[in-house]
């Protein structure tokens, strides 16, 4: 699977950006897709995964204005980001793995999220 991420750039705090994913391969719609960050000085975190089916979880501090998706026909994953926040600064990375795995083993290039407040 091949992964390239696009959509980032500079918002004002409390606006939106969506995010866009999209993936090579045949077996991406089985797989478990997410969406990390990583800001300056920062570990590389999860901000929110979507299944094949489409069951989502989200990290408490993106809960309520992210909303992860994907269309596996199209196969694109897409992170809609709303009520931006100077601290969603970062760069965004797409990825997938084997639902079954703990751990991601196919990633995208990051896009840089820049949020101005």
């Known amino acids: 699977v091949q992964l390239q991420a696009s959509g980032g750039g500079l918002v004002q705090a409390g606006g939106s950006l969506r995010l866009p994913c999209a993936a090579s391969?045949?077996?991406?719609?089985?797989?478990?897709s997410g969406w990390f960050r990583q800001a300056p000085g920062k570990e590389r975190e999860l901000v929110a995964a979507?299944?094949?089916?489409?069951?989502?979880n989200y990290a408490d501090s993106v809960k309520g204005r992210f909303t992860i998706s994907r269309d596996n026909a199209k196969k694109l994953v897409f992170l809609q980001m709303n009520s931006l926040k100077s601290e969603d600064t970062a760069v965004y990375y797409c990825?997938?793995?084997?639902?079954?795995?703990?751990?991601?083993?196919?990633w995208g290039q990051g896009t840089l999220v820049t949020v101005s407040s």
């Open positions: 979507i299944t094949s089916g489409g069951s989502t």
């Open positions: 391969g045949r077996t991406f719609s089985t797989y478990t």
């Open positions: 990825a997938c793995k084997v639902p079954r795995l703990a751990r991601y083993d196919y």
